[in-house]
Every structure is written in structure tokens, then in C-alpha cells.
């Protein structure tokens, strides 16, 4: 299970499509279904990619590696926003309840969990 949240308040999920026709502009947070978690956010990143395992936020060479590798490919583009309108989609991805609430913080999410 997966949510797209973009920079106009409009989301997309597994529930709306496959991961091929996702919008693909205009990123803010993927947040993904967590077997540890419940559900993590790849955030602020300036790529998001579609592995076997899941969504994933990727920097410039991440994203080369990623097209570097074999297989089908599906990339989303982040988007930079002024801070209010990113904390208003934040949350919004945390009240957002189709993905399993959250019960712990992923080392990888600490600067959220620490503000």
C-alpha cells in the first residue's frame, strides 16, 4: 500500500492506479505501508523510485543508478514549496488514514520525529 502526496493537495494511491500512470510532477511525500512501522515517508527528496520492495526517495545519482539498472522503470519528480504549503501537506499525510497508523519512527525519519 502506497499514497502520493503532491504540491496542489491532490493524491494518488494504489488504490486510484498502477504505479505506471501515477501523475509524476510536482512530489512532496510518498508514504508507504511499513511491516516495522506501520507506515514511512520518503520526503523532500528531488526523485522518487519504484523498486520490487517499494517506493523510495533518491538524490541526483540515485536516480542515475537507478536508470542504470535492468528492468521496467517508473520515477517521480519532487518539488520544492515554500514552507507553510509543506507543512500544511505534512499534514495531511499524517492525518491521512488509508495507510496502517505508525508505531515507531524509522531511523531515517528522525528529523521528523525531532522537529
Known amino acids: 500500500m502506497w499514497k502520493i502526496f503532491y504540491d496542489d493537495g491532490s493524491t494518488y494511491s494504489d488504490q486510484d492506479g498502477t504505479i505506471e500512470t501515477a501523475p509524476k510532477l510536482g512530489v512532496i511525500i510518498v508514504a508507504s505501508s511499513d511491516p516495522d512501522v506501520?507506515?514511512?515517508?520518503?520526503?523532500?527528496?528531488?526523485?522518487?523510485?519504484?523498486?520490487?520492495?517499494g517506493w523510495r526517495g533518491?538524490?541526483?545519482?540515485?536516480?542515475?543508478?537507478?536508470?542504470?539498472?535492468?528492468?521496467?522503470?517508473?520515477?517521480?519528480?519532487?518539488?520544492?514549496?515554500?514552507?507553510?504549503?509543506?507543512?500544511?501537506?505534512?499534514?495531511?499525510a499524517i492525518d491521512d488514514d488509508y495507510l496502517p497508523r505508525k508505531s515507531a519512527w524509522h531511523s531515517d525519519e528522525a528529523a521528523l520525529r525531532d522537529g
Open 38 to 53: 506501520g507506515r514511512k515517508y520518503d520526503r523532500s527528496c528531488d526523485h522518487y523510485v519504484w523498486h520490487s520492495y
Open 58 to 92: 533518491v538524490d541526483q545519482f540515485g536516480l542515475y543508478d537507478y536508470l542504470s539498472q535492468s528492468g521496467s522503470k517508473v520515477v517521480l519528480f519532487g518539488r520544492t514549496v515554500e514552507d507553510r504549503r509543506w507543512k500544511e501537506i505534512w499534514q495531511q
